[in-house]
């Protein structure tokens, strides 16, 4: 590949970390995990940080934490990662989804108000059925990068009694402000509970591996607790001078915590996140100064009362300019060496959902009109001008053909 899709940017320092991690004698997790929970709760401004090994644990825990249970239902946006919906399902419970805005590609919240309206009134609502429990949260994600409208998802959970868990998987950092003359406010600091990634091509790695944020003591202690078996002590304190062999199991709970060699990773990520967060946004500019005025182009925005993360950089295609279609115009940047991808088919699409909650594209008719026309070009903190120029130029003679 001339320009692969991703590729990380790792340097001397995270490798050191890593071998000093590997030569203390203590993998798993211990210290260093503490370390960057307590680092990145500062980095954000959240009082407690949970490591995980993934966003997907942090999400299953988060909803564990707010007692879920089977038969609830949890709005979820169709136009997000498999496991925004998922984590609901391992309760037996509901994922009622809710169509995307056709700006952001968030959450629709007025959409998720009609829902919600539905719901108490005891109309249809797609995937719905009779019986079932309360309605008990709902999970924005932050498409690509750019924040929800945060304080219309938290106004409708005030009216409708809703927990509001953020996926943060694309963002850290991102921020957000009620008006072009507010405060700016991080994410992480806008739910009772937010769930970041730290997968291998996300805004900081480390390969594999997820954070929980709150500021509420018994969610997080919670979910501490949940994530390793349910055991009162950690591991890494039975074997210190300070600690003891004894625990009990007190919750039936899961394998979902970070390694110390992760963290080990995590700890100069983080230290790195501004530097990778302004090569993200300089890549972006490029982007836009190149790709501007190239027919049938839809290039993402960044809101004025919105700090984008520059997770992903997604355009959309005017099928009536691209009349081969997205999958023409992906096979044509593989011929010329560019890797691209597709964030997302719609949940409802996807065959489990389809088949299990008898859903049809048009129920959701935002998400299913832009499916067909998304692509998502590389985008990474160690792309070059001549790198950005390289796909740039490829649409450009696409577009020619």
């Known amino acids: 590949m001339k320009v692969p899709f991703y590729r990380p940017s790792i340097t001397e320092r995270e490798i050191e970390q890593v071998v000093a991690c590997l030569r203390s004698g203590w993998l798993t997790t211990g210290p260093v995990t503490r370390e960057f929970e307590a680092e990145l709760a500062r980095y954000v401004g959240a009082k407690h940080a949970v490591a995980l090994n993934s966003c997907t644990a942090a999400l299953h825990l988060a909803l564990d934490a707010i007692g879920l249970q089977r038969g609830d239902l949890v709005l979820v946006p169709t136009m997000t990662f498999a496991a925004t919906a998922e984590v609901v399902r391992y309760f037996d419970a509901t994922p009622v989804f809710v169509d995307c805005d056709p700006v952001t590609q968030c959450i629709d919240v007025s959409a998720a108000r009609t829902v919600l309206e539905r719901i108490r009134a005891g109309d249809r609502v797609a995937g719905v059925t009779q019986p079932h429990g309360r309605v008990r949260a709902i999970i924005p994600m932050h498409y690509a990068g750019q924040m929800v409208d945060v304080d219309a ?17 694309h963002t850290l950092p991102a921020f957000t402000r009620s008006n072009t003359s507010a405060p700016w406010r991080a994410v992480g600091t806008t739910a009772a509970i937010t769930c970041f990634s730290f997968y291998a091509n996300k805004c900081i790695t480390t390969g594999e591996g997820g ?3 709150t500021d509420d003591d018994a969610l997080a202690d919670r979910m501490r607790l949940m994530s390793l078996h349910g055991m009162s002590k950690d591991a890494w304190k039975r074997y210190t001078s300070a600690g003891s062999w004894y625990y009990e199991v007190v919750a039936p709970g899961f394998k979902y915590n970070l390694t110390d060699v992760a963290s080990a990773i995590g700890r100069v990520q983080l230290e790195r996140a501004n530097e990778l967060w302004e090569a993200r946004r300089a890549t972006v500019a490029r982007y836009h100064e190149l790709l501007e005025g190239v027919p049938g182009l839809e290039l993402p925005r960044e809101h004025a009362d919105r700090r984008h993360s520059w997770h992903l950089f997604s355009i959309r295609l005017d099928l009536g300019v691209w009349h081969a279609g997205r999958d023409a115009f992906i096979a044509g940047l593989k011929e010329r060496g560019i890797g691209a991808s597709v964030h997302w088919m719609p949940l409802h699409m996807q065959p489990y959902y389809r088949e299990t909650y008898g859903f049809a594209a048009e129920d959701f008719p935002v998400a299913a009109s832009l499916w067909p026309r998304l692509v998502t070009l590389p985008l990474f903190p160690g792309m070059t001008p001549e790198d950005v ?13």
């Open 153 to 169: 998802v938290s106004a409708l959970a005030a009216e409708y009694d809703l927990v509001v868990i953020e996926d943060a998987a």
């Open 211 to 213: 954070m929980a944020v």
């Open 389 to 401: 120029r390289t796909v740039a130029d490829a649409i450009r003679e696409m577009a020619r053909d």
